[in-house]
């Protein structure tokens, strides 16, 4: 029994280290990107690494600040542990980003301020730039319950997100992870 409730434990552990929330919920169009990933949820379900599919007519950027191959520094606390990390660039992108709050349709607390999904990443999204306040249904499975699930834009950027491959201070190998922004970035 003890030695089933301290791998309970460990399990737990490991999972909720996934996704370190942040109430920040202040961010806007004008913010350079640097609040937290989400709030209001646990992120255990969060997928750090992924296929490295795309989304069906995303673009590749022409001129990226990163060229893919390269390294940079990560500035950004979507996930425990990925501020500071050094990354390389597996993937450069053109579009919209966005910052969503939704309830998962496997559910469960409404998350905030989800940082990020692109605007390939929305149902019927159309061309134009989503403004906040816009209702939208989210085709993403960057966590779990997130595919299918009704969503309201709390921002959007339009700049290039990069697909990235870091190595988490527990020594987890996280591979195309999606999205970073440029301004998430340093050299």
């Known amino acids: 029994m003890k030695k089933q409730l301290a791998v309970l434990a460990i399990i737990s552990a490991i999972a909720l280290s996934g996704c370190a929330g942040n109430s920040d919920s202040a961010f806007n169009s004008s913010n350079n990107g640097q609040s937290g990933h989400s ?3 646990d992120h255990s379900g969060m997928n750090h690494s992924g296929s490295g599919e795309v989304p069906e007519g ?17 500035a950004a606390d979507h996930m425990e542990g990925m501020n500071g990390a050094k990354a390389t660039i597996a993937g ?7 910052t969503v709050s939704y309830t998962p349709t496997t559910g469960g607390e409404k998350v905030t301020d989800h940082k990020w999904v692109i605007h390939e990443e929305i149902k019927d999204a159309g061309d134009a730039l989503l403004e906040p306040g816009t209702a939208v249904v989210l085709q993403a499975d960057h966590m779990e319950g997130m595919d299918g699930a009704e969503a309201v834009i709390d921002s959007a950027e339009q700049t290039v997100v990069y697909m990235v491959d870091y190595k988490a201070p527990n020594g987890e190998q996280v591979t195309n992870h999606k999205w970073v922004t440029e301004s998430e970035l340093i050299s």
Request: overall charge neutral; hydrophobic content about 40%; proline content about 4%.
């Open 58 to 74: 995303l673009q590749e950027a022409a001129n990226p600040k990163f060229k893919v191959g390269s390294e940079a520094t990560i």
């Open 92 to 98: 450069a992108y053109s579009t919209i980003v966005y």
């Open 39 to 41: 709030s209001g949820a």
